[in-house]
DNA sequence: TCCTATCCTGGCACTGAATGCCATGATTCG
DNA sequence: CGAATCATGGCATTCAGTGCCAGGATAGGA
C-alpha cells in the first residue's frame, strides 16, 4: 500500500502525538470541496480554501485533479474510463452493449447522491460548470457513437451517431427527472430507464441492422396503444403505404 | 451610428493628423484573435497580444467578449440568440421549424469559413475549446428540445428530447464532414445535409404526432428498399405482429 | 541493514486570466 | 449649449494554474 507512512500531530492531553496518516483519499477531497462550493459557491471558493479544509497543500490539489472543476467532476471521469473499457470487452451485440453502458452512467450518478445531487445544483447554477456537464455526457456519446460505428460498419456512421444520440437523451431525460427529484423509489426510476431505453432501442434496432443501408429508401414507424387488435394495425398501416399518405 | 467618432495620431510627413476612426469592429477582433491563435497557439496567445494586435485596450476586450474562449465563439452566440428568436415565431409545424433551424445553423457554419474553419482545427487540438464547443450544440439541442416539448405537448418531452438530439446528430455528422474536407462543392455538402435532415425526420415525425402518447405500448419501426411491394411489405409487418416476434 | 532510485508531496515564485474601481472622452437627448 | 449616458482604457487586485526545487516516504537490490 501507498501513503501509509507520514504522522501529524494529535493535540490530547496536552501532548503531542506522531499518529500513522493515510493519505487523503480522493473522495475525502471531492466531499470537502462539494460541501464548500454549496456553502460559500463555486466562485468563491478558492484553492487554498480547499486545501486548508482537506490539509492537502494547494500545489498537490492541482498535481492530482487539474484544476478546481476537475475537483468536482473526478469521479465522472473514472466513470467514463470504466464504461470505455466495458465497452471495449463488451461481446454483446452492438445496441445491448450500448444499453448496459448508459446503465452503468445511470447506476454512477445513482450510486452517489452525495456528490453527484449537490453537483447537479451547482452546475445549474453556474453555466461553465453546467458546459462541463454536457461535455462530459458528450464524450459518452462520442464514445457511443464511435462503439456503434466500429460494429456496425463504417456505413452506418450516421445511424451510429443518431442513435448514440437517442440513447444519450433518453438517459438525460430520466436522469434529470431524478436529480429534480431524487426521493423517488429507487424501483421506479429503474424502471422509467428501461422503460426509456426500450423506447429509443426498439426504434433504433432497425437502423442499424445491416443491409438496411445508411439511408433507406421508405421508414415507416408505427405507435399504437398495447391494446390494439393487429388487424386494425395492418389496415392502418396498408392505408398508410398509399403513395399519397407518404 | 456609434462610436464614429475618436481620433488617431496618423504619422506621415512628419506631421500628426487626427482622422475619424471607427470602433475596432467585433469581427475585426474575432479574426485577429483566430490569426494569432493559429499562429502562436492558444494558451500561449495572451489577451495584453489580442489587444496591442487589434489596438483595442486589454480591459475593452473583457468588457465585450467577456473571456478569451469567448472571443472565439462570440459569433457562434449571436448565431443562437438568432435561431432561438426565428424558433420562437416560427408559425411552421414544429419539425420543419427544427429542420429549417439546424439548416440556419449549418448554414452559419458554411457562410464563414474563415472564422469555423480555423477554429475547427483549434477545437480538435484543445480538450477545453472542444468542450466549449460541444457545450454551443448542446445549447442548440436543449433549445430544439424545449421548443419541441412546448409545441406538441409536455407528454411528449422524452420524444422532443430524442428527436432533438437525433437532429443535432444528423447536422454535426454532416457538418464534421465539411469541416474535414470544405473542398466539396456546396451544392453536394447541402445534398448531403437534406439527405441526413430527411433520414431522421421521416423516422421522427411518427413521434411527435398527437395521440401517439409519451410511451406507446408498443413500437414498430420497418425499414424497406424503396421498390419493396407494398402487399410484402405487410405480410411482413403482419408476422412481426405475432406475439413471440416482439 | 544500508544504499539508491523513484515517487509523492509541499513550498515558492511567476504568468496570465478575470474583475472592480475610476477618470476620461464620445454620443445623445433636452 | 449643458447634462446624462455609455463605452473606453488605465490601474490595482484576486486567484487559477504551472514550473522549479527540495524533503520525505517507499520499494527494490546488494
Not at 62 to 72: A, C, T, Y
Request: negative net charge.
Amino acid at each position: 500500500m501507498k501513503y501509509t507512512g507520514g504522522s501529524v500531530i494529535l493535540f490530547g492531553c496536552g501532548t503531542e502525538v506522531a499518529v500513522a496518516q493515510a493519505r487523503v483519499s480522493t473522495r475525502e477531497v471531492v466531499l470537502a470541496a462539494v460541501g464548500l462550493f454549496t456553502e460559500y459557491g463555486f466562485e468563491r471558493t478558492t484553492m487554498d480554501g480547499i486545501a486548508t479544509a482537506t490539509g492537502v497543500s494547494r500545489r498537490s490539489l492541482f498535481r492530482r485533479f487539474g484544476s478546481k472543476e476537475d475537483i468536482l467532476f473526478s469521479e465522472h471521469d473514472e466513470l467514463f474510463t470504466t464504461v470505455a473499457r466495458y465497452l471495449d470487452a463488451s461481446p454483446d451485440d452492438p445496441l445491448t452493449a450500448v444499453h448496459s453502458a448508459a446503465r452503468m452512467v445511470f447506476q454512477g450518478y445513482l450510486r452517489d447522491p452525495e456528490i453527484t445531487l449537490p453537483r447537479y445544483r451547482l452546475v445549474r447554477a453556474h453555466p461553465r460548470l453546467r458546459d462541463r456537464e454536457v461535455a462530459m455526457t458528450a464524450r459518452y456519446q462520442s464514445a457511443f457513437s464511435h462503439y456503434l460505428t466500429e460494429r456496425s460498419g463504417a456505413g452506418l456512421s450516421l445511424a451510429s451517431g443518431v442513435v448514440a444520440a437517442s440513447v444519450i437523451a433518453a438517459h438525460n431525460h430520466v436522469l434529470r427527472s431524478w436529480l429534480r427529484d431524487p426521493g423517488e423509489e429507487e424501483e421506479a426510476v429503474w424502471a422509467r430507464f428501461d422503460d426509456a431505453m426500450a423506447y429509443v432501442s426498439t426504434a433504433a434496432r432497425p437502423l442499424l441492422e445491416p443491409g438496411s443501408g445508411a439511408r433507406p429508401g421508405r421508414v415507416l414507424v408505427a405507435l399504437y396503444p398495447s391494446d390494439a387488435d393487429n388487424d386494425e394495425v395492418l389496415r392502418r398501416i396498408g392505408s398508410a403505404l398509399e403513395p399519397d399518405a407518404f
